[in-house]
C-alpha cells in the first residue's frame, strides 16, 4: 500500500509542495511520492499524474478538492474513477475521506452523495475566486492614473507655465514704460540728459522678455512693431506644441515588446483562456498586431497575479480568440500583441 501526496501547479509549486507534505506529516499521514506537474496527455485527458502508478488498496492525498478539476464534473469524474479503482482519497483542507474499498451499498450511495456535494462546493469556490480576482484587477486599473493621458498632458501644460511666465515679463514691461516717462518728464528737476538715460534704461528693460522669448522658440529678431513680434512668436510656440503632440502620438502608437517566451504564452492562456467574458467567437476584424478592436466588443482585465509576474501587462487588457490572446491597449483599442497558447509541433 503506498501513499501518494498530489498538489495542483501553481507559480509556487514547490513551497506549496513542501507545505502539504509538512501538514499531511501532521495529521499522522507516511508520504512516499509526491507529484506536482501533469503531463500534457494527462492534462488532455483529465488525469492526475498519478493514474497509471495508483493501485487498489493506494491512498491520494490533495490539499483541497479543488485540486483534482477546474469544474464540477471534472472535479467529480476524477473521484468516482478513483472510487471505481478502489483507491481512498484524502482531502487535508476539506478533513474528508473518500474510501474506494466500501462495499456496502448504503455507504457507498453516501460516500456518492457526499462526492457531489464536494465536487459542487469545489466548483463555486474556484468561480468566486476568479470573480473576486477579476473585481480586484478592474479596481486597480479603475484607481491608477492613465499613463497615456498623462504623458500626453506633460508638454501642454509645460507650454502653458513658459507662456504665463513670458505674459506676466511683458505686463510688467508695459507697465513700466507707461508709467516711468510720465513722472520723469513732469519732474521739473529732470534735465535733457537724465531723461535721455532713463529711456535708454526703459529700452534696456523691455528687451530681456522679448530677446529670451525669441531664443526660447529658435527664431531670428524680426524688426517691426511690438505686436508683430508678439504674433511670429505665438505661431512658432503654436507649431512647437503641434510638434511635440504629433511626436508623443506618434510614440504612443509604437507597439510594445512583451518579451514573454512561448512557454509563458502557453501558461498565460492555460490561466485565462477559458474565460468565457473574454471569448470573442466569429470576429469580424483581423485578429492580428495593430487591428483595432471595436467598441461593442468586451476587454477582459488581465488577473492581478498575472500581473504580479508580468509587469508589461500592466495597463492592457485582452481578448482570447480561439488558441490566441490578443493583448490590447484600451485607449486606442488597438491590438499590440499576440499570445499563443497552442502548442507548437
Same mark, same amino acid.
Request: charged residues 25%; neutral net charge.
Given at each position: 500500500m503506498?501513499?501518494?501526496?498530489?498538489?495542483?501547479?501553481?507559480?509556487r509549486?514547490?513551497?506549496?509542495?513542501?507545505?502539504?507534505?509538512?501538514?499531511?506529516?501532521?495529521?499522522?499521514?507516511?508520504?512516499?511520492e509526491?507529484?506536482?506537474?501533469?503531463?500534457?496527455d494527462?492534462?488532455?485527458?483529465?488525469?492526475?499524474?498519478?493514474?497509471?502508478?495508483?493501485k487498489?488498496?493506494?491512498?491520494?492525498?490533495?490539499?483541497?478538492?479543488?485540486?483534482l478539476?477546474e469544474?464540477?464534473t471534472e472535479?467529480?469524474?476524477v473521484?468516482?474513477d478513483?472510487?471505481?479503482?478502489?483507491?481512498?482519497?484524502?482531502?487535508?483542507?476539506?478533513?474528508?475521506?473518500?474510501?474506494?474499498?466500501?462495499?456496502?451499498?448504503?455507504?457507498?450511495?453516501?460516500?456518492?452523495?457526499l462526492i457531489?456535494?464536494?465536487?459542487?462546493?469545489?466548483?463555486?469556490?474556484?468561480?468566486a475566486?476568479?470573480a +473576486? /480576482?477579476?473585481?480586484?484587477?478592474?479596481v !486597480?486599473?479603475l484607481?491608477? =492614473?492613465e499613463?497615456?493621458a *498623462?504623458?500626453? %498632458?506633460g508638454?501642454?501644460?509645460q507650454?502653458?507655465v513658459?507662456?504665463?511666465?513670458?505674459?506676466a515679463?511683458?505686463?510688467?514691461a508695459?507697465?513700466?514704460?507707461?508709467?516711468?516717462?510720465?513722472?520723469?518728464?513732469?519732474s521739473?528737476a529732470?534735465?535733457?540728459?537724465?531723461? +535721455? /538715460?532713463?529711456d535708454?534704461?526703459?529700452v !534696456?528693460e523691455?528687451a530681456? =522678455?522679448?530677446?529670451s522669448? *525669441?531664443?526660447? %522658440?529658435?527664431?531670428?529678431?524680426?524688426?517691426?512693431?511690438?505686436?508683430?513680434?508678439q504674433?511670429?512668436a505665438?505661431?512658432?510656440?503654436?507649431s512647437?506644441?503641434?510638434?511635440?503632440?504629433?511626436n508623443?502620438?506618434?510614440?504612443?502608437?509604437?507597439?510594445?515588446?512583451?518579451g514573454l517566451?512561448?512557454e509563458?504564452?502557453?501558461e498565460?492562456f492555460?490561466?485565462v483562456?477559458?474565460?468565457?467574458?473574454?471569448?470573442?467567437?466569429?470576429?469580424?476584424f483581423?485578429?492580428?498586431?495593430?487591428?483595432?478592436?471595436?467598441?461593442?466588443?468586451?476587454?477582459a482585465i488581465?488577473?492581478?497575479?498575472?500581473i504580479?509576474?508580468e509587469a508589461?501587462?500592466?495597463?492592457?487588457?485582452f481578448?482570447?480568440?480561439?488558441?490566441?490572446i490578443?493583448?490590447?491597449?484600451p485607449?486606442?483599442?488597438?491590438?499590440v500583441a499576440?499570445?499563443?497558447?497552442?502548442?507548437?509541433g
Amino acid at each position: 500500500m503506498t501513499t501518494y501526496l498530489y498538489e495542483a501547479p501553481s507559480s509556487r509549486s514547490r513551497q506549496a509542495l513542501a507545505t502539504q507534505w509538512r501538514r499531511a506529516e501532521a495529521v499522522g499521514l507516511a508520504i512516499d511520492e509526491a507529484f506536482t506537474e501533469r503531463g500534457a496527455d494527462d492534462a488532455d485527458r483529465g488525469r492526475l499524474p498519478v493514474h497509471d502508478k495508483l493501485k487498489a488498496g493506494d491512498t491520494l492525498v490533495v490539499s483541497a478538492i479543488g485540486s483534482l478539476g477546474e469544474s464540477y464534473t471534472e472535479i467529480s469524474d476524477v473521484i468516482r474513477d478513483l472510487m471505481r479503482r478502489r483507491i481512498c482519497l484524502r482531502s487535508i483542507n476539506d478533513n474528508l475521506t473518500f474510501d474506494g474499498r466500501i462495499v456496502d451499498a448504503g455507504k457507498q450511495a453516501s460516500r456518492d452523495s457526499l462526492i457531489a456535494f464536494a465536487a459542487a462546493a469545489a466548483e463555486v469556490e474556484k468561480t468566486a475566486k476568479r470573480a +473576486a /480576482e477579476e473585481r480586484q484587477a478592474l479596481v !486597480e486599473e479603475l484607481s491608477a =492614473p492613465e499613463p497615456i493621458a *498623462r504623458d500626453r %498632458q506633460g508638454p501642454v501644460l509645460q507650454f502653458g507655465v513658459v507662456a504665463a511666465q513670458l505674459c506676466a515679463l511683458a505686463v510688467a514691461a508695459f507697465l513700466v514704460s507707461f508709467v516711468s516717462p510720465k513722472l520723469t518728464r513732469n519732474s521739473p528737476a529732470a534735465s535733457s540728459l537724465q531723461m +535721455a /538715460e532713463l529711456d535708454r534704461q526703459r529700452v !534696456e528693460e523691455s528687451a530681456p =522678455p522679448l530677446a529670451s522669448f *525669441r531664443e526660447m %522658440q529658435g527664431e531670428r529678431p524680426a524688426t517691426g512693431v511690438a505686436k508683430t513680434e508678439q504674433g511670429t512668436a505665438s505661431q512658432a510656440g503654436a507649431s512647437q506644441l503641434a510638434g511635440d503632440r504629433n511626436n508623443q502620438e506618434a510614440s504612443n502608437d509604437a507597439q510594445p515588446s512583451l518579451g514573454l517566451s512561448p512557454e509563458r504564452e502557453r501558461e498565460i492562456f492555460s490561466t485565462v483562456g477559458d474565460w468565457r467574458s473574454a471569448r470573442v467567437k466569429n470576429a469580424s476584424f483581423p485578429v492580428a498586431p495593430g487591428a483595432l478592436v471595436p467598441r461593442a466588443v468586451h476587454l477582459a482585465i488581465f488577473p492581478r497575479r498575472l500581473i504580479a509576474h508580468e509587469a508589461g501587462l500592466r495597463g492592457y487588457r485582452f481578448i482570447v480568440a480561439g488558441q490566441r490572446i490578443a493583448v490590447v491597449d484600451p485607449a486606442s483599442r488597438r491590438i499590440v500583441a499576440i499570445l499563443n497558447g497552442q502548442r507548437e509541433g
